[in-house]
């Protein structure tokens, strides 16, 4: 059996994102990055388990969630790219493949705001400093496997 060539940890705990590549004369992964992000906040948890990279946008919509965290005039509504409504910043690196997302939108992005690294403080999704979110843009492929752990 042949190792995924790139796989990668979100570690809550640590708010701890890093990075592995196969390393074939070893046979070993070895860690190529970790970066500082921020998690789910308190009920608005980042769901632990497996996850691959389903795609990805540098210039991503959001569509406004129906949930109590956002101003009834705007849940439902999509906010272009540009708009300074949208929250990301950078990119948005989807994840898909865990049960719990349904496709509601969990993944990997920038943050035009206070991103909060080293807390609990997106809506489920993994917060990255943008300039790390745009090296980890390079560093990871569709399909790369994805692990969330650890008590939050």
Not at 52 to 69: N, Q
Not at 96 to 124: E, M, N, Q, W, Y
Request: charged share 25%.
């Amino acid at each position: 059996m042949t190792a995924p060539e790139t796989r990668v940890e979100i570690d809550r705990p640590r708010f701890s994102l890093r990075v592995y590549r196969w390393h074939q004369p070893t046979r070993r992964y070895r860690r190529i990055a970790t970066y500082k992000v921020a998690v789910g906040a308190v009920g608005h948890s980042t769901p632990p388990g497996p996850y691959r990279v389903t795609g990805r946008s540098r210039t991503p919509d959001w569509r406004a969630p129906d949930a109590d965290w956002v101003p009834p005039e705007k849940r439902g509504k999509i906010f272009k790219f540009d708009d300074p409504n949208n929250p990301f910043a950078g990119g948005f690196i989807s994840l898909g493949g865990h049960p719990s997302t349904r496709g509601d939108g969990v993944g990997i992005h920038g943050t035009k705001f206070d991103p909060a690294l080293g807390t609990r403080a997106s809506h489920g999704c993994i917060r990255m400093a943008v300039p790390d979110l745009l090296k980890l843009w390079d560093q990871i492929p569709d399909g790369a496997q994805v692990t969330v752990y650890g008590d939050q």
